[in-house]
């Protein structure tokens, strides 16, 4: 069980997005533009940027077009814009990029509120969004939210999640996704979900995407290393959320998951020191007493911050 | 990896010591035997209620035989006290406590700082700690701190940690516990000790001791339970941590512990509600924010208390 581990594992900031949408203190959009530029310097290659939804409800995206047009351009990095609609596939196509995360919720109460629409609503928009994106020639992202339950680990059943991820799959998404959204997820409910799922093609990788929530999040990391998982979505300093999720709290730390990957001997090609110090500056921009993540604290204390 | 997991866990408190003892705000006497009648009440059958140590080094577990003279009597749990010295462990028996937690570190520079001795010295001390202990027929818990490092996880020489081990063992303790007293221990680095570790007699369990310090405390719980470990000292709101570790902080939480077993299948015979009403009690006696725990927040959320 630890012999199996791999030698490295790929991370996706998704703090730009995930991390940031739902703080009180507003980021400029170069302020938000500096940190996906520090995450790019501490190593970073893969970063989810924004999401491309209604700024009436996520204010917080507002200028998802302007963070795109100020991107560093840097050939060797991917980054990739969250949509939950057609509209949402359009703009982040017209904003440039050329990857992108579509997603849809495994649980009929989250869709509502959080796309209002229904879960065979969704699947149909879904269909539509995969067909627009590929269109453009995009690299899709098919991520499924709420895969380990909404409100409880009861209220998604399993069959549903391995029902549109088989459906995900036979689209022809590029990347699947299981997001634990609600921070619900234990190592064994992990563990048995994923035994269940379909293989997946040759150079379509899984991406498990965790919340930290109820504290589980690296016991989860370490039960999907086990289970052969290499790639997972992480927010610097453990910031995030869904706003329609009641009690929701922040992704798994990018620095703290790095700091556990390193330490097992599994490389991230990230600077941990680099990854806490930005954590800190962030923590200082966002006007907050704290961030969740516990390693920049040590890492990078306060007093030794300017 | 997941099929050998156990039935059940025990899950020994040690919130009333590790947890209070570097708290500003000191709790009465009254109502630390308030906060550990709780916990019996929640189903807890095994509780560390105080440490025998100075008073100038540790103002908070000043009341140490006041605690033990109120402890409510309850033939089915077990009370210890941790001692670290001969007259802690003469303390502990004239309180009228049968069970006794000793305790060492495998960390030479941790032995100086936290016991006033070096690690020989610590060692010799104990032998005749064993033997006064056993002379006053007490059950007796062998503990190694700093098992997993003192300032980083490579202080700490593994082979020091089971050589130890072996001698507590041959000097019959009734149980061995290893602790991470300063958070290092990954889970893989964990994996790799407890397999070297020598084979313990039946009936002598081996515990564990996790801080959460950075943020690796419940991965580190489900390597060790996959490594065959079933017994773990937690502390309630996740307090803690020993003053003489630079950047230490607190427990695995009692509540997120029970939460992942419980939600794993695995049995802990605690009321899981119950706990996250001390805990959320406790944050309010002792004057703080918020504890690092994470599952009282969203059990019994601060509204819902008085």
Do not use: W
Request: hydrophobic share 40%; with cysteine; charged share 20%.
């Amino acid at each position: 069980m630890f012999n199996s581990l791999p030698d490295s594992v790929e991370i996706i900031e998704v703090g730009p997005r995930d991390g940031l949408q739902r703080e009180e203190q507003l980021l400029s959009t170069a302020d938000k533009v500096a940190l996906i530029t520090a995450l790019l310097d501490a190593g970073l290659r893969r970063i989810q940027v924004t999401s491309f939804v209604h700024p009436r409800y996520v204010p917080q995206m507002a200028d998802a077009e302007e963070v795109c047009a100020q991107l560093p351009q840097r050939p060797e990095v991917i980054y990739s814009g969250l949509a939950l609609n057609l509209k949402g596939v359009e703009r982040a196509h017209k904003a440039g990029l050329t990857h992108i995360d579509l997603s849809l919720s495994a649980s009929d109460q989250h869709s509502r509120r959080n796309a209002n629409r229904t879960l065979p609503q969704a699947l149909h928009e879904f269909d539509d969004m995969f067909r627009l994106a590929r269109h453009h020639g995009m690299t899709i992202r098919g991520g499924i939210q709420c895969a380990f339950g909404f409100r409880t680990p009861d209220d998604v059943p399993p069959a549903t999640v391995l029902q549109l991820a088989g459906h995900l799959l036979q689209l022809g998404v590029d990347e699947l996704s299981l997001a634990d959204s609600a921070g619900l997820a234990n190592p064994r409910q992990l563990h048995t979900l994923l035994r269940q799922l379909p293989a997946l093609p040759p150079g379509t990788p899984l991406i498990l995407h965790l919340h930290d929530t109820r504290g589980l999040g690296l016991a989860n990391v370490l039960a999907a290393l086990q289970c052969g998982v290499r790639c997972f979505d992480t927010a610097l300093g453990g910031l995030g959320g869904c706003p329609f999720i009641p009690g929701a709290t922040g992704n798994i730390a990018t620095e703290d998951t790095v700091h556990m990957l390193h330490h097992m001997g599994i490389q991230t090609g990230v600077d941990l020191q680099a990854l806490a110090r930005i954590a800190r500056d962030l923590q200082t921009r966002l006007q907050k007493e704290q961030l969740p993540g516990k390693l920049y604290r040590l890492l990078a204390p306060a007093a030794e911050v300017r």
